[in-house]
């Protein structure tokens, strides 16, 4: 679903990714794909999860706006089922209410790459995006955002990776 929604976005999106498997650690993957990227804002789509047809057309509407991150609205499948929605939002606590998961922006985000470049995923197999994203809020360097009230990701988590 995302490749055509690239192609019809061509003059102002473009796919950066890492293909060296396990050679590397999950946050040193993301540490280099965001030294890559080449525009005023980046954002991580995992290849084992959904984005839906409307995803870019919405992330560049937001992005017109010129916030500092764009935040929405999504679910969580672990291995397949159990499916719990998330809300991220500038802000929020990271924590679960009345069966939903609340989380401050991350990874899953559009960020302004001029905010966060500086802050590196530390270079571990595990919780790099939690730990990256903790450390922005903590930096206090997100002053404004663009939610979009839509379901914007699909995360599938897996516990038998």
């Not at 080449?38 to 870019?56: C, K, L, N, Q, R």
């Not at 499916?83 to 500038?90: A, W």
């Not at 929020?92 to 985000?109: A, D, F, I, Q, V």
């Not at 994203?133 to 979009?148: C, P, W």
Request: charged share 30%; net charge positive; aromatic share 12%.
């Amino acid at each position: 679903m995302l490749l055509p929604q690239i192609e019809k976005h061509k003059d102002r999106v473009n796919i950066v990714y890492n293909d060296k498997g396990p050679s590397m650690c999950i946050g040193e993957k993301r540490n280099a794909l965001m030294s890559m990227a080449s525009g005023e804002y980046f954002a991580y789509i995992d290849d084992d999860d959904m984005v839906p047809s409307y995803y870019v057309d919405e992330m560049l509407k937001a992005i017109d706006k010129g916030p500092d991150v764009i935040t929405f609205r999504g679910h969580m499948l672990t291995n397949g089922a159990h499916r719990v929605d998330f809300i991220i939002k500038l802000g929020e606590k990271y924590e679960e209410r009345k069966g939903k998961y609340y989380r401050w922006p991350n990874h899953l985000c559009g960020f302004k790459k001029s905010l966060v470049r500086h802050v590196q995923f530390p270079p571990v197999k595990q919780r790099e995006d939690f730990m990256w994203s903790e450390m922005i809020k903590n930096k206090g360097l997100l002053k404004s955002e663009v939610h979009i009230d839509k379901e914007m990701y699909q995360y599938l988590f897996r516990t038998n990776k």
